[in-house]
């Protein structure tokens, strides 16, 4: 998996910095959010706590996918700011044992 930044831009009204990423997946699966997120968080050393994917789709008949993420100045300005249900898309849900 190879990522490619395409775009940053810092919002300072929401205190972020908007990315546009590129995911090369050749040879393999589309990668779960929380792959990306943390392979993001890498590149633009930060803290994963701090990175939301928003948006993320693999084009039909390729293996690249196209994505947007925020990057938080803080965590609770990201929980604040961003949907619950990105929130919830963005962080590791455990399994429930019935």
């Given at each position: 998996?190879?990522?490619?930044?395409?775009?940053?831009?810092?919002?300072e009204?929401?205190k972020?910095?908007?990315?546009?990423?590129?995911?090369?997946?050749?040879?393999?699966?589309?990668?779960?959010?929380?792959e990306?997120?943390?392979?993001?968080?890498?590149?633009?050393?930060a803290?994963?706590?701090k990175?939301?994917?928003?948006?993320?789709?693999?084009?039909k008949?390729?293996?690249?996918?196209?994505?947007?993420?925020?990057?938080?100045?803080?965590?609770?300005?990201?929980?604040?700011?961003?949907?619950?249900?990105?929130?919830?898309?963005?962080?590791?849900?455990?399994?429930?044992?019935?």
């Open positions: 998996m190879k990522i490619e930044i395409t775009s940053q831009r810092r919002n009204l929401l972020r910095k908007e990315v546009t990423f590129l995911i090369d997946h050749k040879g393999s699966g589309t990668p779960t959010r929380l990306t997120r943390q392979k993001l968080a890498g590149m633009l050393n803290d994963v706590d990175v939301y994917v928003s948006k993320f789709e693999t084009k008949g390729s293996m690249t996918a196209i994505g947007h993420a925020n990057l938080y100045d803080s965590v609770d300005q990201a929980r604040h700011t961003e949907p619950e249900h990105i929130v919830l898309r963005n962080t590791r849900q455990e399994k429930k044992k019935e």
